[in-house]
């Protein structure tokens, strides 16, 4: 029992792109729309367990600031405006997945920025403020650069908005924090680190298995009818994950040493698709959540190759004048 529930979690690069294909031949001869009254419950059970011993005060100290900053510009402010123009160019007819490309930009880092900033002996300190402070901000400024970016092109109600994000961030984030709480007055912080903390992530992984599903087995019937919906998908997310890992990249280079740029790629190319795709398919239409759910392949897949192109090319590696070298020697 205990490998079928770490079995997904340990190998995401296979079981994500095993659950689409389950879920796309499914979808193609039954009717699944079904499954969209649970995708809430679900998501909920998504993100509630990686909450639980997330540490809110570590995103309001102002330890490795430099880096933080750069990433909140980044996640912010570049990014959500790259995913806007790039959206208006590209997807002015296509609104459902110009609200996705927004969706993916408004919610940075992941668990999952934590764990390719350590496989890459990166600032996992900085990378843990990151994912902290981006949380936070982005559950507050996602809804209201929602209906700024694509509320004239689909409806998009503020606060219902609002409400739907309290659900699957806000609120799993404080029963996560009593939950925890609860469970140092029985356990050592030593023991919970180390033999329950470790199967919150699988079960998280477990839920959002479900949802992938859901969510390509419901729109299976209308990508066989327009198969170009999925090509199109499929390329303009290489393209925005692309831009995102050249321009993280460059500044991770150029402004940071080497540890604090691999937190900064990973703090701001890695996106919370998890969050995105629940409030996509609670919210918006299936073509917002297909575009959602085909990130979660490309997302994973770059990650991994990156660490292994970065490490063989030296992409971090800042460029040492050699003047400078000659007389510092």
């Not at 901000?137 to 409400?163: C, H, K, Q, R």
Request: proline share 3%; aromatic share 14%.
């Amino acid at each position: 029992m205990k490998s079928i529930l770490y079995l997904p979690a340990k190998n995401l690069i296979i079981s994500i792109p095993v659950v689409l294909i389950l879920g796309f031949f499914v979808g193609s001869t039954l009717d699944t729309m079904f499954l969209k009254d649970y995708i809430l419950f679900f998501t909920f059970f998504m993100i509630y367990p990686t909450m639980i011993g997330f540490k809110i005060k570590e995103a309001v100290d102002l330890s490795h600031l430099n880096v933080v900053i750069g990433s909140a510009l980044l996640n912010f402010i570049i990014i959500p405006l790259f995913a806007f123009f790039f959206g208006k160019i590209f997807l002015s007819n296509s609104p459902q997945l110009f609200a996705g490309i927004i969706m993916i930009s408004l919610f940075p880092t992941s668990g999952m920025t934590i764990s390719w900033t350590l496989l890459n002996k990166g600032n996992v300190a900085a990378a843990i403020k990151i994912t902290a402070l981006s949380l936070i901000i982005g559950s507050f400024l996602a809804p209201l650069y929602l209906y700024i970016a694509v509320g004239t092109m689909i409806e998009v109600n503020i606060i219902d908005t609002f409400v739907t994000v309290s659900q699957i961030v806000i609120l799993p984030l404080v029963l996560g924090n009593i939950t925890y709480r609860l469970l140092l007055k029985k356990f050592t912080t030593t023991y919970f680190n180390t033999n329950i903390k470790p199967i919150f992530p699988a079960i998280s992984v477990w839920s959002m298995m479900f949802i992938i599903f859901s969510s390509i087995s419901m729109k299976a019937k209308s990508i066989i009818n327009n198969p170009e919906l999925l090509v199109n998908s499929i390329l303009i997310l290489i393209i925005f994950y692309l831009i995102n890992f050249a321009l993280s990249t460059m500044i991770g280079r150029y402004f940071y040493n080497k540890e604090d740029g691999y937190a900064l790629v990973y703090g701001t190319v890695m996106r919370n698709l998890s969050i995105a795709l629940g409030l996509a398919i609670a919210s918006f239409g299936t073509d917002t959540a297909l575009i959602i759910t085909l990130a979660f392949i490309l997302q994973v897949q770059g990650a991994a190759w990156y660490g292994k192109l970065s490490s063989k090319y030296n992409w971090l590696q800042r460029k040492v004048n050699v003047t400078q070298l000659e007389q510092n020697s």
